[in-house]
């Protein structure tokens, strides 16, 4: 059995910036409304069983799980994918 992926988001409140292209989700944990930006939007479209987690919660989880991997590591993969495949035009 594999570990369970999970992207961890900011929870809206907590936000300063908001990305034009974000998505509006719920922590899968609390319920509270996180912002989910495009890049995490295709990591989860490749990983549609990925569970969305607020920072607060995960932060929570990691304390609880500390001894285990971090289940985050599958979407940082993906996302540093993503980072390495995106042209960056620089004037």
């Known amino acids: 059995m594999s570990e369970p992926v999970r992207l961890v988001a900011m929870r809206l409140v907590d936000m300063v910036k908001v990305h034009p292209g974000q998505a509006t989700k719920a922590c899968a944990s609390c319920g509270q409304p996180v912002g989910v930006y495009p890049s995490g939007q295709k990591a989860l479209r490749k990983h549609p069983e990925a569970e969305i987690m607020c920072q607060v919660c ?34």
């Open 58 to 91: 995960a932060a929570k989880s990691a304390a609880v799980e500390r001894d285990t991997h971090a289940a985050a590591a599958p979407i940082a993969e993906i996302l540093q994918e993503i980072r390495d495949s995106t042209r960056v035009n620089r004037a």
